[in-house]
């Protein structure tokens, strides 16, 4: 005997109800519960290796740095991709392993690696750090203490107590301060006095390093007590650096007062910082997993305030970039079109009366809490994906609550009672109820197994729709029925209330006239919906397609590159250009320089690069963001940035999905540099004149100018100089070597450096001074073995997958269509550029992106096809059936690109997710009609008259069905948003188009195969007669 779900929820409602209250008070709190954030939070298989080397020009930290940290990082399993980036003393190395993979046990795998790797990487090494690229490695804030006059070291000091204090902040996982140079105790060697001594640079920084070395050298007894006995250790004061004794010469020992000044000063200042145009140091803010955006900046806030009592005169607390306004302001919308779309619902619902309307808004609440506890208890938080997935499941979630309860109202009209009806209208419909469900979510269901990047972002939107609509199943076929059968009214009119009696009325006026002509020329009204469908081809091509569109956040970035080699005052001119032209700009907030460095990250796709003296970048703010507007003020700023002489200022606005280098990337890969370069600036030259770029960067379009030592190895070896001394002798004197710790009174630690004073460091006269240590204790000019001559070289280095590549980056202009722009691009430089043998030429940014994610997107919806198919086969057991069910599919896609079409929409990567969740909801609809028709056929009745009372009887809860759906999906649509508008309208338009010409196509194919079948069988019954009579 069958389960009669319905029957048990109505029999025995207080069970139901006590269900119920425990499933929605899960819901409530979860609803207070869930952390907040704009942005999905997702693991991310990729970590960072980055390395200082001082000194170092590009080749170098290729062959001694990156290309080592590459051979070990490629031995590990799952590895995806290698890339890395060699700079004037730096290189960064990431490693992209396969996304099925746990990130943190690669994270400890490859720090593994690197550790065991230290000993055999260059000595100079003053940085070797391994991050794991994470979504909450993001800033969630960003504040700035900004002073004119204070000293640096007391500035930085108030920067780290600051940092101590936000640590200990619930939820807060790093603070970390930017911009200050730091403090140390500076050895300024004085050249001319070394030389007179004979005594090279490094015999300093010797006897500093072994005087400052804490070294255990025994254990000493006193009476009864055993104690340790240590020498030496971190300096206590600077007066004893200054007596160290460093040789003794001519019988009398040089200390290192006499031949250098200790003194207290600033580090080399590699990265400064501004808050609006004004010396600053910036403090952020990143947040632990899975907490809260809100109540973590509430914590912040908090301690800010505090913080900001203590502050001396002089000193002021800026607050710059806080996420937690844009995730207020973004969730806020999305809640504000939720609220509209629920009153759009109801609207749509007045067809079934009050009282039948109010049953079927019932199942709203208790399904959104249901699918909310779910989404908390699989580990998402409430982002702006998963809320659109809430919005997008409230004209889905009433589906099943309205097809029941209008059956329900039905039968009461038929004279049943409120019991039996409530029972025996769900159990008729309760199977075409689950496949119609089913279906619906098997639609769904394939988007959870998307690769990559694209599938992590998007996740939440599935979860939340399948979580949600299984949730208004189990709803709709159980405490729907109990509610229907307490308050739908015992005495419905045979007719239904006024508004219900207009529909069905016009129903009867306009739809039943159309279909009886379409049933008696099926083949022309074939024809005809055939040709309308047709044209979906010719739009999919107009329209183009795209990946993710811009995240529409009132932040920006403003890049400023100089030559490369270029100092930092002069990159310091450009960069102060640009902050008093967005001073000026009254539509900008704030903003927030960085000279030498990029911006702390402060979104989940955009790392923060790496030092270089050439380089700035200005993190700024409009007041809101405005549709349209904001774009305008941007492309003004542009044309005024494009004006500027001496350097390349470019805007760079965020988007969503993974990261790219940028929309349109050409990629080109090699051995030979020379060879590299030739084919970029062809390829450069190609991009600038295609229309709809801008922004064409190429990497290597200027070498840089070095100075080559010219070591002569034979010399050197002469005069008994140790292997590698001359190299250290000139990096310490030039970039300086840290010999030593200074411990002060308050526990800080500090380095000793040993260099050239400030001034002196930068002439090349220095060189002539300087002498290099030999054997027995001796020193020699570097001059005798050092011949400096000018060599260019190039600026940076790329590697793609272990080669050498060449990244040819452009960004696309307001109004041009990525896609288009891309093929282009390909077209011209397939024409226009040939690749010799050994060269390869890929395309990177948004094409190979939306490569990878379409391919999982593609295999998605053909999983989800043949999914429903396989579920329609199984519901109707007939395979013609479930291709009469499925036929409607073409007449949504006609509609969904028509809709994009005309709001000058692409076929986005969520555009793409909307019309796999059409699919489901046409699908859906479609079986409503074909089990009616079945049932009604089984019930003796005619194929051609089952066909009309069907098409008639279920039009109405087709109609509102889909008019729920377009009215809890019209505020996403009119929203504007570039994220989720696109997938609201693919919906909408399918929906219209599907809604009307479905009504007349599914009879009229459901009429040709029964005749086709009926004809078969007629057919096989004869040749039966035949054979027997024979």
């Known amino acids: 005997m069958r389960f009669d779900v319905a029957a048990f929820a109505v029999r025995n409602w207080q069970f139901t109800l006590v269900a119920f209250a425990l499933l929605a008070m899960l ?3 979860a609803l207070m519960t869930t952390p907040r954030s704009e942005d ?86 003053v940085r070797l750090e391994v991050r794991r690229v994470r979504t909450t490695e993001v800033a969630i804030a960003q504040v700035a203490l900004v002073s004119e006059h204070l000293p640096m070291r007391r500035l930085e000091k108030l920067a780290d107590n600051l940092r101590e204090r936000l640590d200990r902040t619930p939820g807060v996982r790093e603070a970390r301060y930017w911009g200050a140079p730091g403090s140390e105790v500076r050895v300024a060697l004085d ?41 030496g250790g971190a300096f206590r004061d ?8 460093v040789r003794s010469v001519d019988g009398q020992v040089v200390r290192v007062k006499d031949v250098a000044q200790v003194a207290w000063a600033q580090q080399e200042a590699d990265h400064l910082t501004r808050f609006n145009g004004q010396r600053a140091v910036f403090v952020t803010v990143a947040q632990k997993d899975g907490a809260d955006v809100a109540r973590v900046t509430k914590g912040v806030d908090q301690t800010l305030d505090e913080f900001q009592k203590t502050l001396p005169a002089g000193v002021k607390l800026e607050r710059g970039f806080v996420q937690a306004e844009n995730v207020e302001h973004r969730l806020s919308r999305l809640f504000r079109d939720f609220g509209l779309a629920l009153a759009l619902v109801m609207v749509t619902l007045l067809p079934l009366g009050l009282r039948a309307g109010g049953v079927v808004m019932l199942s709203i609440p208790l399904s959104l809490l249901i699918g909310l506890s779910v989404l908390q208890a699989l580990g998402f938080t409430v982002n702006q994906l998963a809320i659109a997935g809430f919005v997008l499941s409230l004209g889905l979630l009433v589906d099943d609550s309205i097809v029941v309860t209008e059956n329900i109202a039905r039968h009461l009209r038929e004279g049943e009672s409120r019991l039996n009806a409530a029972i025996n209208g769900t159990r008729q419909i309760t199977l075409a109820v689950i496949g119609c469900t089913a279906t619906l979510m098997f639609a769904f269901l394939p988007l959870l197994a998307l690769p990559g990047g694209s599938g992590a972002y998007i996740r939440s939107l599935p979860v939340t729709v399948l979580a949600t609509v299984g949730a208004s199943l189990v709803v709709a076929l159980t405490i729907i029925p109990f509610l229907a059968s307490r308050m739908l009214s015992r005495h419905e009119d045979p007719e239904g209330n006024a508004i219900l009696r207009a529909v069905n009325g016009a129903i009867h006026r306009f739809y039943t006239p159309v279909l009886q002509r379409a049933l008696a020329r099926p083949w022309a009204a074939i024809a005809i919906i055939g040709a309308i469908c047709a044209t979906t081809v010719p739009m999919l091509g107009a329209i183009g397609s795209s990946l993710f569109p811009p995240a529409e956040t009132p932040q920006f970035l ?14 310091d001119q450009a960069l102060r250009y640009v902050e008093t032209r967005l001073k000026a700009t009254p539509q900008v907030k704030w903003t927030a320089a960085n000279l030498g460095r990029g911006n702390p990250q402060i979104f989940y796709n955009q790392q923060q690069r790496e030092t270089q003296t050439s380089y700035g970048e200005v993190f700024a703010s409009l007041t809101a963001w405005e549709p349209g507007k904001s774009e305008q003020v941007l492309d003004a700023l542009r044309a005024d940035f494009a004006r500027y002489p001496g350097a390349k200022i470019s805007i ?40 709809g770029t801008r922004d064409v960067e190429n990497p290597l379009r200027l070498d840089r100018t070095d100075i080559d030592l010219g070591l002569d190895e034979a010399k050197a070896a002469a005069l008994g100089m140790p292997a590698g001394a001359a190299r250290r002798t000139a990096r310490l004197a030039l970039s300086g070597e840290d010999a030593a710790r200074y411990r002060d009174p308050d526990g800080d630690d500090y380095p000793v450096r040993v260099r050239l004073p400030m001034g002196e460091r930068n002439e090349l006269a220095a060189l002539s001074q300087i002498h290099v240590p030999t054997a027995g204790g001796q020193s020699a000019p570097l001059s005798a073995v050092a011949e400096p001559q000018f060599k260019s070289s190039p600026a940076r280095i790329t590697r793609y997958d272990r080669e050498r590549t060449v990244t040819v980056t452009s960004q696309v202009r307001t109004g041009a269509l990525t896609s288009k722009v891309t093929a282009d691009v390909q077209a011209r430089l397939a024409k226009e550029l040939p690749i010799p043998a050994g060269y390869e030429l890929s395309l990177g940014g948004q094409a190979e992106a939306q490569s990878e994610s379409f391919a999982g997107l593609g295999a998605a919806i053909l999983v989800a096809v043949f999914g429903i198919l396989a579920i329609l086969v ?65 019930g003796g009745m005619g194929l051609r008259e089952a066909i009309e009372k069907a098409g008639e009887v279920r039009f109405l809860p087709v109609l509102l069905t889909s008019v729920t759906a377009i009215g809890g999906l019209l505020p996403l649509a009119l929203e504007g948003s570039g994220l989720y508008s696109p997938l609201a309208i693919a919906i909408i338009g399918g929906l219209i188009t599907s809604t009307f010409l479905s009504r007349v196509a599914t009879p009229v194919t459901y009429l040709l195969l029964s005749r086709s079948e009926e004809k078969n069988l007629v057919d096989v019954g004869e040749i039966g007669a035949e054979a027997q009579a024979a």
Do not use: C
């Open 558 to 571: 403003v890049r400023v590159e100089a030559a490369d080699g270029a100092a930092m005052a002069k990159t």
């Open 27 to 29: 819901g409530l709190n």
């Open 40 to 125: 999905p939070h997702f693991p991310i298989p990729v970590v960072v290796v980055r390395a200082v080397l001082p000194g170092a020009e590009p080749a170098e930290m290729e062959q001694l740095v990156a290309d080592p940290i590459e051979d070990v990082l490629d031995g590990l399993d799952d590895v995806s991709k290698i890339s890395s980036t060699s700079l004037d003393g730096a290189a960064v190395v990431s490693v992209e392993f396969d996304w099925s993979v746990n990130p943190e046990r690669k994270y400890d795998e490859v720090v593994r690696e690197v550790n065991a790797l230290r000993a055999n990487l260059p000595a100079g090494l």
């Open 652 to 691: 760079v606005t965020f988007e969503n999905g993974p990261p790219i280098e940028a929309p349109v990337a050409v990629r080109i890969t090699g051995e030979n540099l020379d060879v590299l370069k030739a084919l970029a600036a062809r390829a450069e030259q190609i991009m600038k004149t295609t229309p």
């Open 238 to 245: 600077l007066e004893t650096v200054a007596n160290t004794p």
């Open 191 to 231: 050249l001319p006095k070394l030389a007179a001594m004979q005594l090279p640079p490094t015999a300093v920084a010797d006897a500093l390093r072994a005087a400052g070395a804490e070294t255990p050298v025994g254990a000493a007894h006193a009476g009864d007590r055993r104690f340790n006995v240590k020498a």
């Open 874 to 938: 199984l519901e109707f057991g007939k395979f013609r059936t479930a291709l009469v069910v499925a036929g409607v599919i073409p007449l949504g896609l006609f509609g969904a690109v028509a809709a994009l079409w005309l709001t000058g929409n692409s076929l986005s990567f969520t555009a793409t997710i909307g019309l796999i969740a059409l699919i489901g909801i046409e699908i859906k609809n479609s079986i409503l009609l074909v089990d009616f028709t079945e049932q009604l056929r089984k």
